[in-house]
């Protein structure tokens, strides 16, 4: 897959499909990754595990922020190809698009 130019990139990022796509993806990294390091502590056997309850309904809100972001990545024209059990973009993308969801700058 060619790369995308910065020009181009920019103008991804400055789009408010962009922005509403980063914002579901923090929202759903906010639910998804704290049951997911809670289910890896409770292997520790003084650590309590979560409610089933719990921890189907922190899935349930992951997965439905999760989705529509990765619609609205496409839709921001974030360069997906499909690939062997992956969605991949060009390295520098993806390593923007991590960088804006987890707020890290240069």
């Known amino acids: 897959m060619p790369s995308i ?4 990139l920019l103008g991804i ?7 509403a796509a980063i914002w579901f993806a923090r929202v759903a990294n906010l639910v998804i990754l704290p049951v997911v390091a809670w ?3 409770s292997a520790v056997p003084s650590v309590p595990t979560l409610p089933d309850s719990v ?5 349930a809100v992951g997965c439905s922020t999760l989705l529509p972001a990765v ?12 690939r062997v059990g992956a969605w991949v973009t060009d390295r520098r993308t ?4 991590l960088r804006d969801i987890f707020w890290l700058r240069h």
């Open 5 to 8: 130019d910065d020009d181009a």
């Open 94 to 97: 993806n390593n923007t698009v």
């Open 13 to 19: 990022r400055q789009s408010s499909t962009y922005r």
């Open 55 to 59: 921890f189907l309904a922190a899935w």
């Open 39 to 41: 289910g890896a502590a």
């Open 71 to 82: 619609v609205l990545f496409y839709r921001s024209g974030v360069p997906f190809e499909r």
